[in-house]
């Protein structure tokens, strides 16, 4: 039976995967600096002051405040380092640039599926171009699932019920691994496949191979008409209806007085429980589609919800959409 | 002040009284018995006995590991074993083992009283915890269960067809046991303490023993409650965790956590307060820096209670809850330093012998500093992102319950063995046992922190080749470690018949514990022990040497 | 047995002040036991109403308030007999700790009996989501709000049984047995600090149940 080649250390695509692991080699380095001197003086002192040895054994010491402030104190400043450089990272994993390339994920017991913005779909792959910000959207239809790459040293949880994002810019292309880290059932360990990264020439070559004949939004917008949306929303609608054209993104004022930003769980949430947040100025008359979209329409009609916040700065006289200089 | 050797010994002077292994001997005479040191015999036994069900799961998920294809055994089956593994080992094997069995034998007496305060109720906590173990005999018998340890919902509220609600069953009524039983430590430590045993007298273990149980009652009813949620959800279609519903999964994990790591600290602290004892005893040397070690404990207990989120980094929570949590993991270190840190300097200038209590409690020390230096590692937000759900997490857990703890366990068995059966173990078949245990131990684990760092995820039933080597490495440290464990076994047994007499006191330890026959009559000591000394008092012992005569 | 000769001290106490201390902590720290599991359920109910504002006021408002109010009465007077059962207790009054303690799970009685109707009520109302014909209410949050109510009122009706059985057979070891006071006066204090705190545990169900909605 041949053995595949051991892998010690996992790939890395991007920026961020080797800053994680230069952050780790430092980790370790400290880590050692902590644990061999005390593993040292273990074996040091069993052996030296053995009963029986002749070493010096005059005034032993039986405390010192001094000794405890030191050897706790300064361990912990030397962890604390890492404790910020880690959060730093974390932190900035957190805000997602502008102009990002939206990915939809929608996972299910147990595969993966990705809906790129053209209306392209995959099933537990992910191609992505290299050197682009991309921001996955991700949700579950079952359980608690875990998108995890490896090569980019990030997973995050896929929930049932809410969106979660994560935000990468890979820059090495390649294949790497995509996996399910989040226990879901008997097939888990079987939930994932490849992760692509192309050249964006590739991806563009990659995207041409799919037949598709509509985009996302494109989707989004034949369901927006099916489903009625446009009966209230349209603009020659009688029920008063707050126009959805450059909300995304932008900061709601709601009826009780809070503002919220239309982000992607703000349209999902408002299109199922339409009562929870009620925008300023209209009574709650829509109806819940609660139990009627799936998930994978849901993000269709996101993702058309979302372009017209792009088609009304693409409507708008150029020059518009960009903020003059201060 | 010096002590003469006769004021040491509580032990009956001229007749002797009748040891509690004679009073005695039908079965009915063991299983209603009120006798602390019985009832610590029985949840001995029964300890044992899962113990050796937690490992034979082990060893079949090592086995199938061997290979990166799933071909041992099916991938539910796979599911069953870790789940059962994890539930066994957690709340079967290690949060009784060192409280139910060393504390109830060992706190009574180390503070000079006859019994704990409430006999029957601890009695009765022995079978509260045999009733919640023939729940999981069920779960086993029945076809067992899938969901992991954690119980993550709505995997086992709505999805898992498998016992769940019989295994959540058997662990609340578990938990029930465990909360008794700290509160009878609780209360013995506050109203029994023999006259002349001020707070700063008690042994260490007593100490760390207190913390244990505050968690114990403070934290487990949280874990019965949730898991009730998830039984009502089941058996009556409640919604409290179901997003179908309106409920938030992330309230599970949040109630899960809050009580889960709290108790990862009373699987660590009784091993802690154990480890404390044997380095003392055996570098014949008051403890270094006895306050700190002591509060380290409490300490210890507090702050856990406050960072249980850093289980949840990549679940979905705020990245505000995410800085605090993180930060909150790295304070709770400090204590933990504290107490490795007193230990190594108690054996400065000590007279150290090194018998195998000693072996396991440095070993214990050396696994638990790297297991803990790793939780640092997970504690590190960047960081856990990658490696959180991987078995980096596998190897950082397993270097400190099994590493650390178990040691702690072994230690405290082969230490105390003599106390409570009045036969020495054979001390060189101990010495190779020890450190069999340490190295293969090293062996089975290590290699899992480059698995997971290599990207491996936990409870994968098959995984890609390029992880084979490693996984071998470590199955085999695992037969390894399997027979290091195995050995005690046997010539613990052994020694019940064929061990030398052990005396009083073997180790020449300072402990009240000591002070009596071993094993200690019926109601502890000939005449109740006054205390007039500070704890671990062996600059004013007669010279250890002349105390053991091997 | 043949230790039952020697044993120097026969049990683990060496007076009956240091036994009453034990017996009193022991049940204050069963108590933050029970507070800590309750603690859970009023978390989750403190994270819906939050979640889910409007349906948690939706769904109080089909509470019965008269109900709960009385009840919260019935109960507020039963620690009232509690207390002065133990203060009977204390100043060696058997006969009038005896009745006090009968009063008391009488009312506790009462409480578990109006509780029933108001369960039944709810049933026939469809209010139950596990049981009986369908549940009316439509918005999302209103059943998981139904959910918190049964567990925690349920919960407690549970405890409120076990303090009846407790304080029931505690009264009626006192009237077989006439020698047990003030000895075991720390016996009724004990079950009198249980009985409390399921009148506590009610005090916070209760606004937060019943009164979410104005
Ligand atoms: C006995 C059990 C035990 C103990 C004591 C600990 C102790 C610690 N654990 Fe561990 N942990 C587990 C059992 C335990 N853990 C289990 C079972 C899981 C997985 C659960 C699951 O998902 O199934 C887990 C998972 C886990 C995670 C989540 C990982 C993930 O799922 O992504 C994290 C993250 O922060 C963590 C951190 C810590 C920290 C910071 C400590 C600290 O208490 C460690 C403190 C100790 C030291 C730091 C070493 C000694 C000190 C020195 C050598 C001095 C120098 C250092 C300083 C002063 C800083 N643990
Ligand atoms: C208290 C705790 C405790 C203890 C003592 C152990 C002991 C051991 N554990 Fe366990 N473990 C857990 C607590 C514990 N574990 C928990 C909580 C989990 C998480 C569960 C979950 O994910 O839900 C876990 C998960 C877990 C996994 C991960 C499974 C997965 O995620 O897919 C693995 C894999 O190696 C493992 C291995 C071992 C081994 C080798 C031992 C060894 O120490 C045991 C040694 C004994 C033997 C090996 C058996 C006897 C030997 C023989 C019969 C000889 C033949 C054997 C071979 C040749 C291999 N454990
Ligand atoms: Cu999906 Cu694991
Ligand atoms: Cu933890």
């Not at chain 2, 802690?272 to 380290?296: H, I, P």
């Not at chain 2, 504290?338 to 000693?358: C, E, F, H, Q």
Request: with cysteine; aromatic share 14%; proline share 6%.
């Amino acid at each position: 039976m041949a053995l595949a080649p051991v892998e010690l250390w996992p790939a890395s695509a991007s920026a961020y995967a080797r800053e994680i692991d230069r952050l780790i080699w430092s980790y370790t380095g400290l880590i050692l600096f902590l644990a061999v001197p005390i593993i040292a003086c273990l074996v040091v002192f069993a052996i030296r002051y053995r009963r029986g040895s002749d070493a010096d054994r005059s005034n032993p010491p039986v405390h010192g405040l001094r000794l405890e402030l030191a050897w706790t104190g300064l361990p912990f400043l030397a962890t604390l380092v890492f404790y910020f450089w880690a959060a730093d990272l974390y932190s900035r994993q957190w805000v997602p640039p502008k102009d990002t390339l939206d990915i939809a994920i929608v996972a299910e017991q147990w595969m993966f599926k990705a809906e790129h913005p053209g209306g392209q779909r995959e099933i537990d792959e992910l191609h992505v171009p290299a050197g682009r910000p991309v921001r996955l959207v991700m949700t579950s239809q079952d359980v608690i699932h875990s998108f995890y790459l490896p090569a980019l040293r990030l997973k995050q949880d896929v929930l049932p019920g809410r969106y979660t994002t994560l935000w990468f810019e890979a820059d090495t292309p390649g294949t790497y691994a995509l996996r399910c880290a989040e226990y879901c059932g008997s097939e888990h360990s079987a939930m994932g496949g490849r992760f692509v990264v192309l050249s964006p020439k590739d991806y563009a070559a990659w995207l041409a191979t799919f037949s598709v004949d509509r985009t996302l939004a494109q989707e989004g917008e034949a369901l927006f008409r099916r489903l009625g949306c446009s009966g209230c929303h349209g603009a020659r609608s009688v029920a008063r209806a707050p126009s959805l054209a450059g909300i995304s993104g932008k900061p709601q004022p709601l009826a009780d007085g809070s503002i919220v930003i239309a982000d992607e769980q703000y349209v999902r949430d408002s299109i199922l429980q339409p009562k929870r947040q009620v925008v300023a100025g209209f009574a709650p008359i829509m109806p819940s589609f609660e139990g009627q979209i799936g998930e994978e329409d849901l993000v269709r009609l996101v993702a058309y919800v979302k372009s017209l916040a792009d088609a009304s700065a693409e409507a708008a006289p150029p020059g518009a959409a960009v903020e003059p200089p201060r | 002040m010096s002590i003469a050797s006769a004021d040491l010994a509580f032990a009956p002077a001229g007749e002797q009284q009748p040891s509690y292994l004679s009073a005695g001997h039908s079965l009915r005479s063991w299983l209603l018995s009120t006798d602390h040191k019985r009832v610590a015999v029985l949840y001995l036994v029964s300890v044992t006995g899962f113990f050796f069900l937690g490992a034979i799961a082990a060893a079949l998920i090592r086995l199938e590991l061997i290979t990166p294809a799933g071909d041992l055994v099916s991938d539910d089956t796979y599911d069953k074993l870790f789940t059962l593994h994890g539930v066994i080992m957690v709340w079967f094997f290690l949060i009784p083992s060192i409280p139910a069995t060393f504390g109830n034998f060992l706190i009574p007496l180390m503070i000079g009283a006859t019994d704990l305060a409430f006999p029957r109720l601890n009695l009765l906590s022995w079978y509260i915890y045999v009733l919640g173990g023939l729940f999981t005999a069920y779960v086993l018998l029945a076809g067992g269960v899938d969901t992991g340890w954690t119980f993550y919902t709505p995997f086992s509220s709505l999805f898992s067809n498998t016992h769940v609600v019989a295994a959540a069953c058997g662990i609340v009524v578990v938990g029930f046991s465990s909360i008794l039983t700290g509160l009878n430590f609780i209360v013995t430590i506050h109203t029994l303490r023999a006259p002349g045993m001020t707070w700063f007298r008690l042994p260490i273990f007593c100490w760390s023993h207190y913390a244990t149980s505050v968690i114990l009652v403070l934290a487990t009813p949280v874990l019965a409650m949730t898991l009730l949620l998830v039984v009502a959800e089941r058996v009556l279609g409640l919604g409290i965790f179901d997003p179908n519903k309106g409920g938030d999964p992330l309230l599970f994990q949040h109630l899960f956590w809050f009580y889960s790591h709290p108790a990862v600290y009373i699987m660590i602290l009784p091993g802690m307060g154990v480890v404390t004892e044997l380095v003392t005893a055996f570098a014949k040397k008051r403890v270094f820096s006895y306050a700190w070690v002591a509060f380290a404990s409490i300490a210890i207990a507090f702050i856990g209670f406050l960072v249980w989120a850093h289980h949840m980094f990549v679940a979905g929570m705020s990245l505000y809850a995410g800085l605090v949590f993180s930060f909150m993991s790295f304070a709770v270190a400090v204590p933990s330093a504290i107490k490795v840190y007193n230990w190594t300097a108690t054996l400065y200038k000590g007279r150290v012998s090194l018998d195998a209590p000693l072996l396991y409690a440095l070993g214990f020390i050396g696994l638990f500093v790297i297991g803990g230096l790793t939780g640092l590692f997970l504690a590190s937000l960047a960081v856990d992102v990658h490696v959180h759900d991987t078995y980096f997490v596998v190897a950082h857990f397993h270097f400190i319950m099994v590493g650390a703890t178990v040691h702690a366990y072994f230690g405290a068995l082969h230490f105390w063995w003599p106390k409570m059966i009045g036969r020495l173990y054979p001390e060189g078949w101990a010495k190779a046992a020890a450190l069999l245990a340490f190295f293969g131990f090293l062996v089975t684990f290590f290699p899992q922190f480059i698995l997971g760092y290599a990207g491996m995820p936990r409870r994968y039933h098959a995984y890609p080749p390029e992880f084979q080597v490693l996984h071998m490495i470590s199955s085999g440290g695992a037969g390894v470690l399997g027979l290091a464990y195995l050995l005690p076994f046997l010539y613990l047994l052994w020694s019940l018949r064929w061990g030398a007499p052990a005396g009083d006191n073997p180790w020449g330890a300072a402990g009240l514990e000591w002070r009596t026959t071993s094993p200690p009559p019926r109601w502890n000591f000939a005449a109740r022990p006054v205390v007039t000394w500070e704890a671990y008092p062996y600059q004013d012992m007669p010279k250890p040497e002349a105390a053991r005569g091997d | 047995m043949a230790t039952e000769a020697l044993p120097p001290l026969a049990e683990p106490f060496a007076d009956r002040r240091q036994q009453r201390t034990a017996d009193e902590l022991g049940i204050w720290l069963y108590m933050a036991t029970e507070i800590m599991m309750f603690g859970a359920l009023f978390l989750g109910l403190a994270l819906y109403r939050v979640t889910w504002p409007a349906a948690t006021a939706e769904a109080s408002r089909h509470l019965l308030k008269w109900i709960g109010a009385a009840n919260t009465a019935v109960l507020l007077t039963s620690s009232l007999t509690m207390a002065l059962a133990v203060l009977a207790a204390r100043a060696d009054r058997q006969g009038r700790c005896v009745l006090l303690l009968l009063a008391t799970a009488a009312l506790g009685l009462a409480f578990l009996g109006i509780k029933a109707y108001e369960y039944h009520d709810e049933y026939t109302q469809g209010l139950m989501p596990f049981a009986g014909p369908g549940f009316p209410l439509q918005e999302r949050g209103t059943e998981l709000f139904f959910d918190l109510y049964y567990l925690g009122t349920g919960l407690h009706a549970l405890h409120l049984a076990v303090g009846i059985v407790l304080v029931g057979g505690l009264a009626l070891r006192l009237l077989v047995d006439r020698a047990l006071l003030p000895d075991r006066a720390v016996t009724v204090a004990v079950i009198g600090i249980f009985w409390h705190l399921i009148d506590i545990v009610w005090i916070f169900l209760f606004p937060v149940l019943y009164l979410v909605a104005r």
